[in-house]
């Protein structure tokens, strides 16, 4: 059959995929279930239509705020619907206030891929976390920073790597996620050893000890982008990163914390928020959010106590310089606060929940279950602002901004007065910045070129 | 409502066993036809809903994969006809098929790949199911809505197109 050699070459490679082009594991019993659930409108068919009508809008939209701006802003294109007007909204809360439940098991949260950081372009400072008010490390392109004073940074490694996230559980033990590799420490970051890898890139970890750990890996979207987007797995660790093994999880996880070897958080593509109490074995839905336009949604979560969990959920459909987002957050795991939204997008679907502090989703850091702080991004007007918020999401205060930029990278504070901010100085550096009285002043530490953009 | 409830209220019991049965080749069908594991298990679960939710659906086996296969391959060009719109407008690179690359990997051929991905839709639907499950043409008619001969056209052009992208390959006209 010599004549048949490509039919050969043709049947060869039919073989190989049949045998590797694996389904996801209980694919039938996931189909079965899916029968007995309506369906959410088909992201596939939406995205497309969503990119025509961005098309459509595009030229209008380019005259309206200049593309130049826009550029220069390093946001995602604002280009998807119809300018929207601002619209302030109610500051009252819409739900009835929950008890707060103070726990002394909230752990210092990780910070997780930058939430200002484009596909591809890892900010010179991405990822930070304070463990008190004195350590910290930040870790961002092709370096660590740390500080032991909490106000001198110095350099602790030096890499070609590009790091995105950061987790520290004490103050020797931590690890830090680059866009290939693992890294981790157990003497403060004086030295770092790098470990091992699932079987998709890890794009963010939360470890709850210093065996246990959880994260997301793979997903369609590029290494540095602010999700893994579609396609992400979780994965999990029992011996401190060294191995990771895929979980079962629901499909399009955004975001994973656990307090504990036992109870944990996630949220997924579609909005969805599910709880897990047996260490991620089931996981049970607890909140759906607003609907996710298309294949465009992500959420990050910052887990507070076992049954505390704020959520910043930006579905997607950025528009005139606004990117709408909404945060949820519950202190007793039953009830939900709708804390804040975008005011000029999705805040007017949503009356009555309080105006966030920006027009981007922007930066949070959980300080205990009751308390966070936000920092809301406003690319047009060059500001990022600071919101604290208490009791549970049901009392907001906007204090102070940082002015000269419009975008931040990471938060970090350790109290509702104290903490730092990744951003960038308007002048080509990223830098860290930190307030003493809840954002009313800011003052810089660190300033580090940034690396220049693909 | 859960999956107790939703399979037993129709009384459909072979339902559930014929998903079981073709969930996989199913999958590596939808699979090959988008090259994206998201979006093949999505048209997936849309057609047996669609096959869920219609009463005339056939129970005997053969005719389920067949009605299930053109669900697939409908959505499917849908699909692809609703990417091509969105590549004259991309604002943003597309997602890279990593488990098709995992697979031409293993299987040393990434040019064969490369081929397959260059058919048309309906031309890789055709190519898929004679090579890579077997069918006969007369099935693949049956399950993709087209008549034998239109199936034999379809795999002489796609032949003819495979000789021109790659030369070297001598591939067997389908005889019947």
Same mark, same amino acid.
């Given at each position: ?454 | 409502? =859960? ?32 090259? =994206? ?60 098929? #990593? ?6 990997? *293993?299987?040393? #051929? ?6 397959? *991905? ?15 499950? #077997?069918?006969?043409? #007369? ?38």
């Amino acid at each position: 059959m010599a004549n048949h050699d490509g039919e050969s070459r043709l049947r060869r490679y039919a073989q190989v995929f049949r045998r590797e082009a694996n389904p996801p594991v209980n694919l039938a019993n996931s189909l079965i279930n899916g029968l007995a659930m309506p369906r959410p409108a088909a992201r596939r068919g939406i995205v497309p239509g969503f990119a025509m009508a961005a098309g459509v809008l595009v030229a209008g939209l380019v005259i309206a705020f200049g593309a130049i701006q826009l550029h220069n802003l390093g946001r995602p294109s604002p280009v998807v619907s119809p300018p929207v007007s601002f619209t302030p909204t109610p500051s009252a809360s819409p739900e009835s206030t929950p008890t707060p439940t103070a726990s002394p098991t909230a752990t210092p949260s990780p910070s997780p891929t930058p939430p200002g950081a484009q596909p591809g372009v890892v900010p010179g400072l991405a990822a930070i976390q304070m463990f008190g008010p004195r350590l910290g490390w930040a870790a961002g392109s092709h370096a660590i920073y740390s500080t032991s004073d909490g106000t001198h940074w110095t350099k602790q490694l030096t890499s070609s790597e590009e790091f995105i996230g950061v987790d520290f559980i004490s103050s020797t033990t931590g690890w830090v996620v680059g866009v290939n590799t693992l890294l981790g420490t157990t003497d403060g970051g004086r030295s770092w050893h790098q470990l091992g890898e699932a079987q998709r890139p890890i794009r963010s970890v939360h470890f709850s000890s210093t065996n246990q750990g959880s994260g997301i890996a793979g997903g369609n979207q590029q290494p540095g982008a602010n999700s893994p987007g579609l396609a992400g797995i979780v994965v999990m660790t029992n011996d401190g990163g060294r191995t990771w093994r895929m979980a079962q999880s629901p499909v399009d996880p955004q975001s994973i914390c656990f307090t504990d070897g036992v109870h944990g958080w996630l949220a997924t593509q579609a909005g969805t928020v599910y709880r897990s109490q047996d260490g991620g074995q089931t996981w049970k839905q607890s909140l759906q959010m607003t609907s996710p336009l298309a294949g465009m949604g992500w959420a990050r979560i910052e887990c507070a106590a076992p049954s505390a969990l704020w959520v910043d959920w930006a579905p997607g459909g950025a528009a005139a310089g606004h990117s709408p987002y909404v945060v949820y957050a519950t202190v007793d795991g039953q009830h939900w606060r709708t804390v804040m939204a975008e005011p000029g997008t999705i805040g007017n679907e949503l009356p009555g929940v309080p105006a966030g502090p920006g027009s981007y989703p922007g930066s949070f850091s959980v300080v205990d279950p009751a308390d966070a702080v936000f920092v809301g991004d406003t690319p047009p007007a060059n500001a990022a602002t600071c919101m604290i918020a208490t009791n549970g999401g049901a009392t907001l205060k906007t204090t102070g901004s940082i002015v000269g930029t419009g975008q931040t990278f990471g938060a970090a504070f350790v109290s509702t007065s104290t903490g730092w901010v990744l951003t960038d100085d308007g002048n080509g550096h990223d830098v860290i910045v930190v307030t003493t009285d809840g954002g009313y002043h800011w003052s810089q530490q660190l300033a580090v070129p940034r690396p220049p953009t693909g | 409502m =859960n999956k107790e409830d939703t399979l037993a209220v129709a009384d459909r019991p072979w339902f559930e066993a014929h998903v079981r049965l073709l969930a996989r080749p199913a999958y590596q069908f939808s699979l090959m036809l988008t090259q =994206n594991p998201a979006i093949a298990e999505e048209i997936l679960q849309e057609g047996l809903t669609q096959l869920w939710a219609t009463p005339t659906t056939p129970a005997e086996l053969v005719e389920f994969r067949r009605y299930l296969y053109r669900v697939i391959a409908s959505r499917a060009t849908d699909y692809h006809r609703r990417q091509a719109l969105a590549r004259r407008i991309r604002f943003w690179a597309p997602a890279p098929p #990593d488990p098709m690359l995992e697979i031409e990997r *293993r299987a040393g #051929d990434q040019e064969m790949g490369r081929l397959l *991905r260059s058919l048309s839709p309906r031309e890789r639907q055709v190519a898929y199911l004679y090579y890579f499950e #077997d069918q006969p043409v #007369d099935e693949i008619g049956g399950a993709l809505g087209i008549k034998p001969a239109t199936v034999r056209v379809l795999l002489h052009r796609t032949i003819q197109k495979l000789r021109r992208l790659g030369p070297e390959l001598k591939l067997r006209e389908q005889s019947s």
